[in-house]
């Protein structure tokens, strides 16, 4: 028994993806106790030249759609980055968890292998499945999800390693 | 072919420490060019109530031998969290990479459904090896690594995401 190339990639996805939307809700929840508007979370930034919450949930939506997809070897569905609010942020993830879940292992599987052209606006990155998935996708992906945990977390919302995490 | 333990392990840990080397000597670099003390940095926070920087390093740290080593069925080397300046924090990820380099991919790989058993103080968290892995071992660890870069890149360290990533 391994690990098998769906088991790495699709049920990470969905479980950080989970946490994530229970996350933003408790920045919903903040907004209100405080009684501030919650779209001052969705343009919150660690520093001014840093990507806000909004594009830090949509880019972590693209690394876990799009990676799930090119292992698969088809073409992720295309999300328009229109998300201006919280509540359009938690669908936002709901839509990448539904395409996620569409994802069979079998057509995941077996992808250790392939190869994977990833065009960048710095250049094309070549890679082979299980190289792409643990050294570029799961970390990528994981990157925009703390970054999103540390926005709020700076900006006040109680929330703790566990949220990230999840509790089993 | 599937994806081994230790493929899904070691190499992970190695690269992002090594990544995570490059980030805080950048931090190093950053505080001569503006002429501050680097433990600044050392001490820096996201929140009041957040972790700082030495800590998201020993935890990060803390968090690449534990599990290596729990995988492995051995007992983790104990450092004793006494960093306070940066090339002590340098230090202390040399002594996390030498560890995970004495690791042999059979001691670790057939991990998959190894009894883990993780005594935290908010109670025992009991794992199989593949779980304790995917949804416990490496997102805690790539948590520290995001939020050291985090706190660095609020702190006006010119880093980017390639930085964390690495580049091939």
């Keep these: 028994m391994m690990i098998s190339m769906y088991q790495a990639s699709v049920p990470y996805f969905l479980r950080l993806l989970g946490n994530l939307r229970e996350i933003l809700q408790k920045g ?3 907004a209100e106790a405080k009684k501030f508007d919650a779209a001052v979370l969705v343009n919150a930034r660690l520093a001014p030249d840093m990507l806000p919450l909004v ?3 949509q880019i972590a939506s693209d690394n876990a759609k799009g990676p799930a997809a090119r292992l698969a070897g088809i073409d992720p569905p295309k999300f328009e980055d229109t998300e201006t609010t919280m509540p359009q942020l938690l669908e936002r993830i709901d839509k990448t968890v539904a395409f996620l879940k569409t ?4 057509q995941i599987d077996g992808s250790e292998g392939r190869d994977i052209v990833l065009p960048l606006r710095s250049g094309t990155l070549n890679f082979k499945g299980m190289n792409y998935l643990m050294f570029f996708a799961l970390p990528n992906f ?3 999800v703390v970054t999103a945990y540390n926005i709020l977390r700076h900006n006040g919302v109680e929330i703790g390693k566990f949220d990230f995490l999840g509790r089993n």
């Design 55 to 57: 594009r830090q949930i």
């Design 142 to 144: 994981t990157f925009h």
């Design 28 to 30: 919903v929840a903040h």
């Design 103 to 106: 994802l069979k292992p079998e």
